[in-house]
């Protein structure tokens, strides 16, 4: 692991990130570059490191895409799924990794998440879902829990939550799961094989925002933000041997819904194939 | 020649976030100035939890021979 | 060998990219551009290419975008409702340096306004349409040939210069059927973007020789990894926050153009040698003005066409080179008044010039531009 690993993928001269102090996505970014280190690594996986292309969006989630040594492409609020799906469409060997956030992906971005998981292209996505709006000073987000306090909803949130794992799996997604910062061993293993997974994948990576989220809603400082994780968000094995009493309040970490489901830029092959038979007929 | 492991501080990296401290089984450290220091280098067990939790990779472990 | 072929404007438009190296397409069906979509959907896949129907104009935009960073040449195509919805990706576009081809089939507007008719009502928008100070290409064709050649230097010149080129269509060509002659494919020349791999001392991804405006590209995935961001950067493709870079950045994406001017700048001057009056009109519109003119002549009347095919740049040193021949000016564009500020504006209005417009969704024919020079002599007989 680090640090050897941070000094090869990472562009280490613009390091510190510009998150906060105990910000989650820096241990989530560096989860990616493990998973994707592993995978290169690994014998059996034929990959390149150039055939990795990052991608994201706008928000504090989305300047990863800098800090990460790879073909890496910033996008515009909402698109990077849309900008995601023209790069692996034009190249599908092309490993193409979305990393997003709760507002980028869910709210601007919530029609290119259904449709791309309902196409079942094969795209990873990564979203570190804070449950706030972070750059912007902390707003509410569309993951902000009913009742929560955030600077646009200074007498507590209105809103009903998404659960993005649960959207996904809902709008087709063949890969959808979900992670967060405390267990990151597990949640690397998780982003290692939604990235193996052919069609469209997707993590929901639980972060945390001291800064605008925790503070504003008494949840503690980053460490009590992660202890609450430790003791309420709980990895695969154990929440299956848990009784339904335990997991009252509780949420798994680990592998929501999978399927089998044909990947699209294959199946437009296909059609590749068709039309320029019958062109030359 | 036997491997060992020492702990590194990337002094100009660390934010004083205090993760490292609080996750340490055998709290060998400190946030001073808003910046992490080790203060008992003895007491370390070289597990890595610092290094695993750390947001700004500005704690880690290194492996040097002897 | 070439041979003569009954083809729609929408549908050269599709060959005309194809031919010009165009294998990706994506966009959202609108009318009146709908069948370049159709078309693309079903000759992409015979050349290779790809096709793909994306959930709204924002998507479509951003993946072409994407496939144009993978390698591809890439092409949308819509029109004023959905093109109002790609503005901000294009001024990513630019900021990026991402070659790419919007089509925009104008129809009348504003909002859903006259869905299938004929309007050139999105000519501001296609300069000023994405926020900030930005460079724009823009191209109107006239005919169904013209489309499809023009459609080819649209191309040309996004590789050229690294930035989104507007196509700017109306629904009068885009539905118009004509016999064409299509020209040899060999004749035509494509330039491809400059690839480099940044060797040695410049390794920097957006670096630019001293006296060039236009930084060497390289695809995703070809071994030579940088940053794409719509945010202002250094020459490494990294955010910054330095005023100096910005300003150096923009001015440079706006030389690329401004430098280049003489280059991109195009029109068409029909009988303008001893014009007095030049009719000014773009697009589709044109065909009726160019009627006109070959009527007033026959009356005896010095009446010359003078026809931007760049209308963006608006060809400003072209129009100048004219005005001393002439008495004065007729612009005649189908909206209320959008090209004409630009005509006003490069002209100092030093000679009168005269509107014709509309904006009722009904075509101006050669007859209401008649009709328009008769009234324009009758007030200088008034005078």
């Known amino acids: 692991m680090p640090s050897d690993l941070i000094h090869q993928y990472m562009r280490i001269d613009h390091l510190p990130q510009i998150w906060c102090p105990g910000c989650g996505n820096g241990v989530i ?83 290119h998440l259904i449709h791309a998981a309902r196409r079942n292209l094969g795209l990873t996505v990564i979203c570190f879902n804070n449950d706030i ?105 154990r929440y299956y041997s848990m009784s339904e009493e335990l997991r009252a309040g509780k949420k798994l970490i680990g592998i929501l819904s999978y399927n089998d489901y044909p990947e699209y830029t294959e199946e437009y092959a296909k059609v590749i194939a068709a039309a320029s038979n019958k062109a030359k007929k | 020649m036997v491997g060992r492991k020492i702990l590194v501080i990337e002094d100009k990296w660390c934010k004083g976030c205090g993760i490292c401290a609080a996750f340490c089984p055998k709290q060998v450290l400190e946030i001073k100035k808003e910046k992490v220091r080790l203060k008992d280098p003895e007491g370390c067990i ?4 610092c290094e695993l939790r750390c947001p700004d990779y500005a704690i880690y472990l290194v492996n040097v021979e002897e | 060998m070439s041979k003569a072929v009954l083809m729609q404007g929408n549908e050269a438009a599709v060959e005309g990219a194809i031919a010009a190296g165009m294998r990706f397409f994506a966009g959202y069906p609108i009318t009146p551009s709908t069948e370049i979509a159709e078309q693309s959907a ?35 195509a819509t029109s004023g409702p959905g093109f109002s919805l790609m503005q901000e990706n294009i001024g990513y576009g630019v900021m990026a340096e991402i070659p790419c081809v919007i089509i925009d089939v104008q129809r009348c507007g504003p909002s859903t306004g006259l869905a299938t008719s004929p309007s050139q009502g999105d000519y501001m928008q296609a300069k000023w349409g994405t926020h900030g100070d930005h460079p724009v290409i823009a191209l109107s064709p006239s005919s169904v040939l013209e489309t499809y050649t023009l459609i080819i230097r649209a191309f040309n010149l996004s590789e050229k210069y690294r930035t989104p080129v507007i196509f700017l269509m109306d629904e009068i060509v885009g539905h118009m059927r004509e016999g064409v002659e299509l020209p040899n494919p060999n004749d035509l020349i494509i330039n491809r973007r400059k690839m480099s791999f940044h060797d040695g001392a410049n390794k920097e991804c957006y670096y630019v020789p001293e006296g060039k405006y236009v930084p060497a590209m390289k695809p995703f995935g070809q071994g030579e990894r940088y940053n794409i961001t719509g945010l202002a950067h250094d020459v490494s493709g990294f955010p910054v926050n330095s005023n100096e870079i910005a300003d150096k950045l923009v001015t440079r994406l706006l030389d690329k153009v401004e430098k280049n001017v ?63 021949q002439l008495k004065n000016i007729l612009m005649v564009e189908h909206n ?16 009168p010039v005269h509107f014709l417009g509309r904006v009722d969704g009904t075509v101006i024919s050669p007859d209401d531009i008649l009709a328009k020079l008769n009234e324009m002599e009758d007030t200088n007989h008034a005078e």
């Open chain 3, 42 to 76: 079903l000759r992409l896949p015979q050349m290779g290419g790809k096709f793909i129907q994306m959930e709204d104009e924002i998507s479509s935009i951003a993946a072409v975008l994407g496939a144009s960073v993978a390698g591809m040449k890439a092409m949308t």
């Open chain 1, 29 to 111: 970014m560096r989860d990616v570059a493990v998973a994707i280190d592993e995978l290169i690594q690994d014998e059996e996986n034929d990959f390149d490191r150039d055939d990795f292309v990052i991608v994201s969006g706008i928000g504090c989630s989305s300047r990863a895409a800098g800090y990460l040594d790879f073909n890496s492409i910033h996008t515009t609020h909402g698109r990077a799924i849309a900008f995601a799906t023209g790069i692996k469409m034009a190249n599908p060997k092309l490993n193409v990794i979305v990393l997003t956030g709760d507002g980028d992906c869910s709210a601007i971005g919530g029609n």
């Open chain 3, 262 to 324: 003489d280059n991109i700048v195009r029109v068409e001057e029909y009988l303008m040698d001893d014009a007095e009056t030049a009719i000014v009109c773009f697009g589709g519109t044109a065909r009726a003005a160019m009627d006109a003119v070959n009527a007033a002549r026959a009356q005896g009347r010095k009446v010359g066409l003078f026809r931007p095919i760049t209308v963006w740049p608006f060809p400003e040193k072209k129009l100048l080179a004219r005005l001393p």
């Open chain 1, 133 to 237: 709006y972070g750059m912007t000073g902390g707003q509410y987000s569309p993951t902000t829990p009913n009742g929560d306090k955030a600077t646009t909803a200074p007498y507590g949130n209105v809103d009903r939550p998404f659960d993005i794992a649960n959207l996904a799996t809902g709008a087709g997604a063949s890969f959808s799961a979900r992670g967060d910062v405390f267990h990151a061993r597990e949640t690397t293993e998780i982003i290692k094989k939604a990235i193996l997974h052919k069609g469209f994948s997707l993590v929901d990576v639980y972060s945390v925002c001291p800064t605008y989220y925790g503070r504003k809603n008494k949840k503690g400082d980053a460490v009590e933000m992660l202890k609450w994780q430790r003791d309420n968000l709980i990895p695969t094995a």
């Open chain 3, 336 to 351: 209320h008044g959008q090209m004409l500020l630009e005509v006003q504006r490069v002209t100092r209005c030093e000679k």
């Open chain 2, 46 to 49: 070289r597990c890595g939890q």
